[in-house]
T-cell receptor, first 114, second 112 residues
Framework: NAGVTQTPKFRVLKTGQSMTLLCAQD?????MYWYRQDPGMGLRLIHY???????AKGEVPDGYNVSRLKKQNFLLGLESAAPSQTSVYFC?????????????FGPGTRLTVT | KQEVTQIPAALSVPEGENLVLNCSFT??????LQWFRQDPGKGLTSLLL?????REQTSGRLNASLDKSSGRSTLYIAASQPGDSATYLC???????????FGTGTSLTVIP
């Protein structure tokens, strides 16, 4: 049981390049989330999904797109990277249900845009 | 919009001391509150989750309390150890889409 995994762990992009970050979970969780973490800003929600084939915007969605074609995978895409997207990206998941259910986090992807 | 604040931003204590970390939130309509630990360059590890109907949760040397009406939670760490050095984050779940809102964390250093 690997939990939540993220690929890649590190990446350097030039301004204008595109890339996709992959999040995978093997816990059969319905909900999946993408966050970015910046110094002094805490974690901010980019997009989330409440199930296969569904996505919704979070607090800071501009410049990102997501897809959830399979229940276990949640992809985050940057179509045209900007230096402001330099950050650490975390994926999380949780099961459907009430108040007792925790979020589980992946190890993060450190992205630098030059 | 839910705002989550953690005070202090940084804390340094000698080994063995008991300490309290604070978390406050502006909207009391929450489902739960979760405390995390983050080591430098690493992901988030869940420590405790308190449901909105609960007042506190305990795990080993950790005790988290929740006062939903006043919008406050505390994380109490007993007999601190150097291995407790990390950043501690709180997150509340609620609002549109049942989202999670995070504080900016408290960086804890326990001095041997």
């Amino acid at each position: 049981n690997a939990g939540v995994t993220q690929t890649p762990k590190f990446r350097v992009l030039k301004t204008g390049q595109s890339m996709t970050l992959l999040c995978a979970q093997d816990m059969n969780h319905e909900y999946m989330y993408w966050y970015r973490q910046d110094p002094g800003m805490g974690l901010r929600l980019i997009h989330y999904s409440v199930g296969e084939g569904t996505t919704a915007k979070g607090e800071v969605p501009d410049g990102y797109n997501v897809s959830r074609l399979k229940k276990q995978n949640f992809l985050l895409g940057l179509e045209s990277a900007a230096p402001s997207q330099t950050s650490v990206y975390f994926c999380a998941s949780r099961p459907w249900g009430g108040r007792a259910y925790e979020q589980y986090f992946g190890p993060g992807t450190r992205l630098t845009v030059t | 919009k839910q705002e989550v604040t953690q005070i202090p931003a940084a804390l340094s204590v000698p080994e063995g001391e008991n300490l309290v970390l604070n978390c406050s939130f502006t909207d009391s309509a929450i489902y739960n509150l979760q405390w995390f630990r983050q080591d430098p360059g690493k992901g988030l590890t869940s420590l405790l989750l308190i449901q909105s109907s609960q007042r506190e949760q305990t795990s080993g040397r950790l005790n988290a309390s929740l006062d939903k009406s006043s919008g406050r939670s505390t994380l109490y760490i007993a007999a601190s150890q150097p291995g407790d050095s990390a950043t501690y984050l709180c997150a509340v779940r609620g609002g549109p889409g049942n989202q999670f809102y995070f504080g900016t964390g408290t960086s804890l250093t326990v001095i041997p």
